[in-house]
């Protein structure tokens, strides 16, 4: 029987609305791969521009390097020697970053893909269901609802502007249950 035991390529998903700590989850497992002396590249879309170009910021000020690309087939084009490969504001990407993320996998990396799996209305969001679908493991965390402090899994828009890319998403959003964001 052949034992892939060295074969660490596999693809894991972290997801939920906004304020759900989707990037301090990522965050978290890309340092414990750098302690532990892997080779790790993170990516982000280039339009995430919120705070700093070359870091992935989450909202506690946690960061770590990280390089923006404007298509997802540009992360095929880096470092040889990479061994786990972070990916943040997944959402955001074209709709080729699963099969970018299968073909690292294949050739043996570990991709971490952080994302929000909704968008304001409560539609699933771009790439991140075809990540769910293919991934080995999928993280669900969840915020805590702004009206009555459940689990919250939706991003509720505060205001009227209809474009789904938002900067200022403090100001703008806020997370609610089921029950809350539809007004149940
Ligand atoms: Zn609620």
Known sequence: MKR???FGGRIEVI???MFSGKTEELIRRLKRAQIARLEVEI???QKDTRYNEYAV??????????TPVEHSSAILLYGSNTQVVGIDEAQFFDDELPEVCNKLANKGIRV?????DMDFTGKPFGPIPQLMAVAEEVTKVHAVCMQCGAPALNSYR???DLST??????ESYEPRCRACFHHL
Do not use: Q, W
């Open 158 to 160: 505060k205001t009227d």
């Open 165 to 170: 890319v938002l900067i200022g998403e403090k």
């Open 112 to 116: 971490i893909v952080a994302g929000l």
């Open 4 to 6: 892939n035991n060295d």
């Open 43 to 45: 990516f982000k879309p």
């Open 15 to 17: 997801c939920g609305s």
């Open 57 to 66: 910021v989450s909202h506690d000020f946690n960061s770590i390097p990280s």
